[in-house]
């Protein structure tokens, strides 16, 4: 069963969204207003999905969303009145995975968390692998950089210095990038 | 079922950046394992747009379930294994696999125990007249029942007049293990990869009988393997994985300054784990059998032999299946080239050893020699697998 934490951040207050939750079956854990510390909760009850029920999404509650999105990623569904392309693309652009205006029917509700969780989880994927790409950039930046710098301190070329550093890694147990750091780092010493 | 559909990223560049860019490479600790460790540690991937994640595993059996649960993208893995999965010998579902390249020729060996060095079975022969006069059968171990090492060791046996499945017990020990249970009595000899055959000299727990190069002189031995789902979702991902790995072993093997600082790389606590002085002598060739004699192999270790150790050559991939039918792993002959065109990315690999300059020779066959005197060369694997002395054949 998904567990679900419900942040009501509505004027009533009577919660529109818990009995349409709780008839479709989900676990719902009830958090009213954004007045509480989002991600702090989020660590505590480690929810499957988080439901923002909110009239108009305000500035604190992207704040939120941010937090949650950098340090404890979760699939994120909006249910909002709010009618403003403007913020439904800062909703977007903090880390929600849908955004909903009006109506919520209890058998809605199914496919639209699937859609969410879907698009999380692709969104997560993707994430990584240019996470993975730009340190593969970073790292081979600089260690053109240090290969550069021995070229120039060996008078030797491209191939030898490659091989040079490899075998000094090698030797070392080490990692080709962190002898290229440690080049680096001389070079910057002896300046 | 696997989703076949391309990776979110593929609009995002052009047609040949790889599709996954982060892959996790599985391996085992052996000395073989040399040209994925300094791949993802030495700056060979990076140039081809990957990261490459080692996870080392501790059994065959484990590297062959995180192959088939999507865990690893790829693994350093044995011949023979990759074949039994493919054909579905041995408890797993038939999976479709496909061997990426060769990562090398030779370099394993059979021990024996320091109680039968002691009542003098130090030769061949010596085994043989025990093997048949003992009343007690021995046991050998080797590290997969489908592996390379298994075969080598049956065929090592039945070369020498000894039916491995009738006259000897076979048990499964992964390979760091080895000499562990040799001291605990529960085995009396052992089929590995190196550096647990020169770790066993070494400790003085028994001596080396035979290379695995003496059975079969420059023998297929490991493959970086996938599933033939990995290759065709990822093609790119896996040619820039092949061209990676084929960089680093050719750099390996480019001088023996090369080959002693890798040596010193595989000794550390997170690839072999292993003394230096265990690995480095023999991935160099040089050999002490802990009878007293030394040699320089040969036909050592091999990483690369510029390209001919990393072919995926049809008649390797064949040569597994005729001896899984020898041994009655297989009931019925397969398709023998049918099975391996499947299984032997040779496209693949051509295009990523062409993009290195690095020669691909047109055949795809190769004719070998073997230690019994019989020649294989892929031509007639129906008649080879049938034509041994000793055998398991069902149904015959």
Redo the contacts between chains.
């Keep these: 069963m998904l567990r679900i934490l419900l942040i009501d951040d509505t004027e009533k207050k009577v919660g529109r969204l818990r009995t349409a939750l709780v008839e479709a079956g989900f676990e719902v854990i009830e958090a009213s207003g954004l007045t509480i510390d989002l991600p702090a909760r989020v660590e505590a009850v480690r929810p499957d999905v988080i439901l923002i029920d909110t009239e108009s999404p305000g500035r604190d509650v992207m704040d939120q969303v941010v937090l949650v999105s950098r340090d404890l990623p979760r699939p994120i569904v909006m249910f909002t009145d709010e009618h403003d392309p403007a913020v439904m693309r800062q909703a977007i652009q903090a880390g929600v995975s849908a955004y909903i205006v009006e109506g919520i029917h209890a058998r809605r509700l199914q496919p639209i968390l699937d859609v969410a969780m879907a698009r999380f989880e692709?969104d997560q994927?993707?994430k990584?692998?240019?996470q993975?790409?730009d340190?593969?950039l970073a790292?081979?930046k600089r260690?053109e950089l240090a290969k550069g710098l021995l070229m120039k301190m060996k008078d030797c070329d491209e191939e030898q210095a490659?091989?040079l550093m490899?075998?000094q890694?090698?030797?070392?147990?080490?990692?080709?990038?962190q002898v290229a750091e440690q080049i680096i780092a001389m070079h910057d010493l002896l300046g | 079922m696997t989703d076949f559909s391309p990776?979110?990223?593929a609009w995002l560049h052009g047609s040949d950046a790889p599709e996954?860019?982060?892959l996790n490479i599985g391996f085992m600790a052996l000395s073989d394992c040399a040209p994925l460790v300094?791949a993802a540690?030495?700056?060979f991937?990076?140039?081809h747009?990957?990261?490459l994640n080692l996870k080392r595993q501790t059994s065959w059996a484990g590297l062959r379930d995180g192959l088939l649960s999507g865990e690893l993208d790829a693994a350093h893995c044995l011949y023979g294994l990759t074949y039994a999965v493919h054909l579905g010998i041995g408890g797993v579902a038939p999976t479709p696999m496909a061997v990426l390249m060769g990562l090398n020729h030779n370099g394993q060996a059979i021990n024996l125990s320091p109680d039968l060095q002691a009542i003098g079975v130090t030769s061949p022969e010596a085994l043989e007249r025990h093997v048949h006069q003992s009343r007690t059968k021995l046991t050998f171990a080797q590290t997969f029942p489908t592996g390379t090492h298994a075969m080598w060791l049956y065929y090592w046996l039945a070369s020498q007049g000894i039916h491995p499945l009738q006259d000897v017990n076979s048990v499964v020990v992964p390979p760091a293990q080895m000499v562990a249970h040799l001291r605990a009595g529960r085995i009396d000899g052992f089929c590995v990869g190196e550096p647990w055959s020169a770790n066993a000299v070494n400790q003085r727990m028994g001596f080396t009988l035979a290379t695995s190069q003496s059975i079969w002189p420059d023998h297929p031995e490991k493959v970086l393997a996938s599933t033939a789902g990995f290759a065709r979702q990822y093609p790119n991902s896996a040619r820039a994985l092949v061209a990676s790995v084929l960089a680093a072993s050719r750099?390996i093997e480019?001088s023996p300054?090369?080959l002693?600082?890798?040596a010193?790389?595989l000794?550390?606590e997170n690839y072999l784990d292993a003394p230096l002085a265990d690995i480095e002598p023999r991935m160099l060739g040089d050999y002490s059998d802990g009878l007293g004699n030394h040699w320089h192999d040969a036909h050592g270790l091999r990483l690369h032999d510029d390209g001919r150790a990393n072919l995926p050559w049809l008649s390797d991939g064949m040569w597994f299946m005729t001896q899984f039918r020898r041994w009655g792993l297989l009931r019925d002959d397969p398709d023998y080239l049918a099975v391996a065109r499947e299984v032997q990315q040779l496209g693949l690999y051509r295009d990523a050893a062409t993009s290195l300059g690095i020669d691909c020779p047109v055949a795809s066959m190769r004719s070998s020699q073997l230690i019994d005197g019989s020649v294989w060369d892929g031509s007639d694997p129906h008649g080879y697998a049938h034509g041994f002395r000793l055998h398991a054949l069902s149904g015959q």
């Design positions: 692709s994927a993707l990584a692998q240019l993975a790409r340190q593969q790292e081979r260690i490659y091989t490899r075998r890694a090698m030797s070392k147990q080490q990692k080709l990038v | 990776s979110p990223l996954k860019t982060s300094v540690t030495q700056g991937a990076q140039p747009g990957l990261t750099f480019q300054e090369n002693r600082a890798t010193r790389l000794s550390a």
